[in-house]
C-alpha cells in the first residue's frame, strides 16, 4: 500500500486490531459502522440493519450489481398483467430454510401478513400498501389493536406451493424494486412459532428467535456468532439455492463509529471496505484508485419536532433553514462533491423537477430569517427564544455539521442551541419517541424515484417521524400513486415536495455522494446511484481481472497495494441476462 498513515486515533485503531487479532480472518471484512438494532427483516429501517439482511435473507428477487436491474431470487420468473395491476411470482423449487424447509409462496402470505399487521410495528408497512387491501388491513384496527379485517381481503395469495399472485390497486412502476428491498424478505413462519412456543413471553421470544444459534434464513449466509460492539460474523450458506456461486466463505461486518479508527483497519489491511472516510482527508484521499466519491440517491436532513413549541411554528422552522450555512459545510466538513440542498429530493430522477425553500442570497436570508423570529414573538424586546437542542447520532462528521449548525444559528438569530450526542439504538428511540427539537437524519433512495423520499411524510407515516402532517399534501400523496400519466404523476410528486419546503417540517442541508474505499481487488462491487451491494456477488479479482480494471479507468491515480487475498477465493463476475417480465 501506498505509504499513508493516520495519526488521529491511530492508537485507537491499534488497541481495536489487536483486540481482534485472536479471531480467524474473514475473507472479506467491512465496517458496517454501528451495532444493529435488530436483524428482524419486518422492523428494519437503517442501512447497516440492511446490509446484514441481504446476506442472510433473500426475497423474490434481488439487484443486479451494477445496473440495480431486478434478478431471479427466490422467485425463478415472475410474469406481469397487460394493465400492470397483478404480478405472478414463481419460487424456485431449490430454494430452502436453513432448516431444510423448502421456501414456498405460503412464507411471503406469512412473512407479508406480519409485515403488515400492526402488531409487529414495521416502519416501513406502507410500501406495501400499494397491494390490493393492504392499508386497510394495516390501519383499520379495533380497540386492542388488531386488525378488523381479514387478510383475506388483502390481495397476496398463494394460488400453490410455488406461486404467488400480487394484485395492486394501481400500476406502480417502481413495485419490482421493493420486491428487492430487505424489509419485504420473507421469515420462516415455523422459526418464529416455535420461539413463540418455547418462550411464551413476548419480549422473550423475540429476542431468542434472532440469536444465531435460533435464526432460520434463506439467504446466501447465515449467522456464524455476534460480538455486540465488535463484529457480526457471517458464514456461507451452503442450503442456499445458488450457494456454488458464492465466492466468500466468511464475512465480518464490523460496528467502528469512530471514522479515524476504521480508515486505520482499512489502511492496515484488517477491513477491505468502509463506507465513509473522515471529512478532512478526502482531499488526500481522492488521489487514490480505491476511493472514487460517486452520485448516490441520499439526502441529509433535520427532522424537527413540530409537536414543541416554538417548532410548532412554520416560521421559526423557515427561520431556521434559511441560516444554515450549507456552504461551509459541504466545502469545509464533507468535501466530497456534496451538493447544497434545499429540497428533499436529490436531482438527476428523470423528467422530476424538485422543489426548494431557497432564499434570495445569504444577506436577503438572514434579514428574512430574524424578521419571521420577531413575526413570531421572539428577539429584542419580546420573549427569549428556549434553548434548544440539535441530536445527532454518534459521528465526527454528524457532530462537526451539528457544531457548524449550532454556532450559525447562535450568530444568525441568537439561538442558544446546544448539541446532544447519542449512540445508533438510543438515538433512534429518541426519533420515534419524538423527544428532540431538531434531530440529524437522513434519507437513502429505496427504489429511483420521487416517492420514495416524499411518501414518507404523509400525516402519521411510519418514517415520518416529525409530529407534521397537512391533509393536501396527503392527498397528492395518494393522488400521484393513481395517476397513470408519468408527466402528471410527476408534477403531483412536485406539488408535494413544494408543500413540504414551505411548512419545513425538515431541514435539508445536502445531497449525498458516495464515501467508500474500497480494496481495488473485490470484484461484483459497483458503484451505483443507491449504494446498494448483495453480498453474494462479491469476490476476489484475479491478475488478469484487476489489470483491466485499473486499463479501464480514467484519470491518473495513485495505485495502491492489493488488499485482499492474492489467491483463492476468486469467482467470475455474474454475466447472465437480467430477466424482462413478460406482459400476460
Known sequence: MAPFVLLAGLFVGALYLASSARLDEADFTFNNATEVATLDPARVTGVPEGNIIKALFEGLVVKHPKTLAPMPGMAESWSVSEDLLTYTFYIRKNAKWTDGEPVTADDFVYSWERFLNPATAAEYSYQLWYVVG???????????????????????????????????????????????????????????????????????????????????????????????????????????????????????????????????????????????????????????????????????????????????????????????????????????????????????????????????????????????????????????????????????????????????????????????????????????????????????????????????????????????????YDRLIRESASEPVPAKRLQILHDAEAILMDELPIIPIYFYVTQNMVAPRLGGFYDNIQDEHFPKFLYWMNDEELAAKRAAQPGVWTIVKDVGPSEGLYAPSWTGPVPIPSNN
Do not use: C
Open 134 to 472: 393492504a392499508e386497510q388491513y394495516s390501519k383499520n384496527v379495533n380497540e386492542n389493536g388488531a386488525p378488523k379485517n381479514s387478510f383475506d381481503s388483502v390481495a397476496i395469495k398463494a394460488k400453490n406451493k410455488y406461486t404467488l399472485e400480487v394484485k395492486l390497486n394501481s400500476p406502480t412502476p417502481f413495485f419490482m424494486d421493493l420486491m428487492a428491498f430487505y424489509p419485504m424478505f420473507p421469515v420462516s413462519r415455523k422459526n418464529i412459532e416455535e420461539a413463540q412456543a418455547k418462550w411464551p413471553n413476548n419480549n422473550e421470544w423475540e429476542m431468542q428467535w434472532l440469536r444465531p444459534e435460533n435464526l432460520v434464513t434463506n439467504g446466501p449466509f447465515t449467522v456464524e456468532y455476534r460480538r455486540v460492539n465488535d463484529r457480526i460474523r457471517l458464514k456461507k450458506n451452503p442450503m442456499y439455492w445458488d450457494a456454488d456461486n458464492v465466492a466468500m466463505n466468511t464475512i465480518d461486518a464490523l460496528t467502528i463509529e469512530q471514522a479515524g479508527t476504521a480508515l486505520n483497519t482499512y489502511l492496515t489491511g484488517s477491513t477491505h471496505m468502509i463506507p465513509s472516510v473522515l471529512p478532512s482527508l478526502i482531499p488526500t484521499l481522492m488521489e487514490r484508485e480505491d476511493f472514487e466519491p460517486a452520485a448516490y440517491l441520499g439526502t441529509y436532513f433535520y427532522r424537527v419536532n413540530t409537536t414543541k413549541p416554538p417548532f410548532d411554528d412554520k416560521r421559526v422552522r423557515r427561520a431556521l433553514a434559511l441560516t444554515v450555512n450549507r456552504k461551509d459545510i459541504v466545502e469545509k466538513i464533507t468535501k466530497a462533491g456534496q451538493l447544497q440542498a434545499f429540497g428533499l429530493v436529490p436531482p438527476g430522477m428523470s423528467g422530476y423537477v424538485p422543489a426548494s425553500f431557497q432564499g434570495a442570497g445569504e444577506a436577503a436570508a438572514k434579514a428574512e430569517a430574524n424578521a419571521l423570529l420577531i413575526e413570531a414573538g421572539y428577539g429584542p424586546g419580546q420573549k427569549p427564544f428556549p434553548t434548544m437542542e440539535v441530536h445527532y447520532n454518534t459521528s465526527e462528521a454528524h457532530r462537526d455539521i451539528a457544531e457548524v449548525v449550532a454556532q450559525t444559528w447562535r450568530d444568525t438569530l441568537g439561538i442558544d442551541a446546544r448539541l446532544q450526542n447519542q449512540e445508533w439504538k438510543v438515538y433512534l428511540d429518541t426519533q420515534n419517541n419524538l423527544d428532540f427539537d431538531v434531530s440529524r437524519s437522513a434519507w437513502i433512495g429505496d427504489y429511483p424515484d420521487p416517492n420514495t423520499f416524499l411518501d414518507m411524510f404523509v400525516t402519521g407515516g411510519e418514517n415520518n417521524k416529525t409530529g407534521w402532517g397537512n391533509p393536501e
